[in-house]
């Protein structure tokens, strides 16, 4: 950003001009922090201040704590990103903490990649065990371990205002999962939980599943890329059956789930009514696994987004899923990217959901094994006669209808990329808990 630009938006926050401001990515030193600072504090417009990857370092928060914990001061800031400053560490959380104390109306707040440590977490979370404001908190990539897991269940048991903990990618085992799952007994306010990326294992998945089934207040559940295995496939799949919780989504993708995992998970969902959203991608799911989630699409009609892209389906499971999803009223997404299905599945697919389902909106089979024509001839028929919105395939189409035969090469790779963004969003926005 500079100088001209820098002194145009301290005016326009001095004149409250704006609602939000995002300085992602540029270099914020020290001067221009605490000019940023003076302004915010005569400022009473400015909801959202975004600044990611800004190299703000415990100095930089600190001219932000002038603002924000001043409460004689009109300053009204409810959501803040701070993610991706390495250089805010301990000393920082330190202030952050100082900024939970006394600031009355921030709300949402983004701390992930701060290198915060379990040491940065500690004043944290007292701080929290005492703020009655903050909603949101996301803690990713900060070297986290059962030692904060600790410090958190501690937050759990005392704050009933929060609503949504994001700790993915940290190093949180199985011990420190039954801590959180310890905390949430006692705690009836979070919505979700986000654990992706830990290591937790099969033994965290049963204490989260013990934990889950006296609290009924979480409704999302991110625990992808947790060496879950078939075996915490299991004791999840023992919670979900028979409506024993309250949870609407469950990210379970990259776990080394195989058949045996998926068969538990689908079995259990014959009998579950309220799971709305379900993550399986990146496992190790066959045609047997896949054809037993295909015969619970028969019974299951409140599962609207199935998420199954990277697994090992094969014409088989696919053209099975065809045949229910051909009486199936509920399913509105469908995600098979890189499935190793071909021609004979695909027809199978396109078959049904160009006669019989009217439901399906959202279909992704890009990277599967089908051939050119036979990928191409699918993307034509579900054009013409499916009640698709978006689709995406090796040929690229987003959304109906398609366009990718009369593209130029450049103009292809560019659609292709945004349909591949559109649809790595649509599987957050479907299943929000699974990339945390």
């Known amino acids: 950003m500079g100088q001209s630009s820098s002194k145009q938006l301290l005016k326009a926050v001095q004149e409250n001009k704006l609602s939000e401001i995002n300085m992602d990515g540029y270099a914020a030193s020290e001067k221009k922090v605490r000019k940023l600072s003076t302004a915010l504090q005569s400022n009473s417009t400015v909801q959202q201040l975004s600044l990611q990857s800004c190299g703000i370092t415990a100095t930089g928060v600190q001219q932000l704590a002038y603002a924000l914990c001043n409460t004689a001061i009109t300053c009204n800031i409810r959501t803040l990103n701070l993610s991706g400053n390495a250089n805010i560490g301990v000393a920082g959380a330190t202030i952050i903490a100082e900024i939970l104390e006394g600031n009355r109306v921030l709300e949402h707040l983004q701390l992930n990649n701060c290198e915060l440590g379990d040491d940065g977490i500690e004043p944290i979370a007292r701080a929290l065990c005492r703020n009655r404001t903050l909603l949101n908190l996301e803690l990713g990539t900060n070297s986290l371990t059962n030692v904060s897991a600790q410090y958190l269940a501690d937050v759990l048991q005392t704050n009933f205002r929060l609503k949504g903990l994001s700790l993915w990618q940290n190093e949180i085992t199985g011990s420190g999962a039954q801590t959180l799952a310890e905390g949430l007994q006692a705690n009836k306010s979070l919505l979700w939980l986000g654990l992706g990326s830990n290591q937790i294992g099969a033994e965290g998945a049963w ?230």
């Open 207 to 436: 204490a989260l599943a013990a934990s889950l089934r006296t609290n009924s207040s979480l409704l999302w559940l991110g625990l992808g890329g947790n060496e879950l295995g078939d075996k915490g496939a299991l004791h999840l799949a023992g919670l979900l059956q028979g409506n024993q919780c309250g949870l609407q989504s469950i990210g379970l993708g990259g776990n080394d789930i195989h058949d045996e995992g998926a068969i538990h998970l689908a079995k259990a969902l014959m009998t579950n009514t309220q799971l709305r959203s379900l993550g399986l991608g990146g496992n190790q799911i066959g045609d047997e696994g896949g054809k037993e989630i295909a015969e619970m699409l028969k019974y299951n009609q409140t599962l609207s987004k199935l998420l199954l892209s990277s697994n090992m389906l094969g014409d088989s499971a696919v053209a099975f899923m065809a045949d229910n999803l051909a009486i199936n009223t509920g399913l509105e997404l469908l995600l098979l990217a890189d499935n190793p299905f071909g021609d004979e599945g695909g027809e199978h697919l396109s078959i049904v959901l160009c006669n019989s389902n009217r439901t399906l909106k959202v279909l992704d089979i890009h990277g599967t094994s089908m051939s050119k024509e036979g990928e191409k001839a699918m993307v034509q028929n579900l054009q013409d006669y499916s009640c698709l919105t978006k689709l995406g395939s090796s040929l690229g189409a987003g959304t109906l209808p398609c366009t990718a035969g009369i593209e130029g090469t450049v103009q292809k790779q560019a659609r292709q990329r945004q349909e591949q963004k559109f649809f790595q969003q649509a599987e957050i926005q479907s299943n929000p808990a699974a990339f945390y």
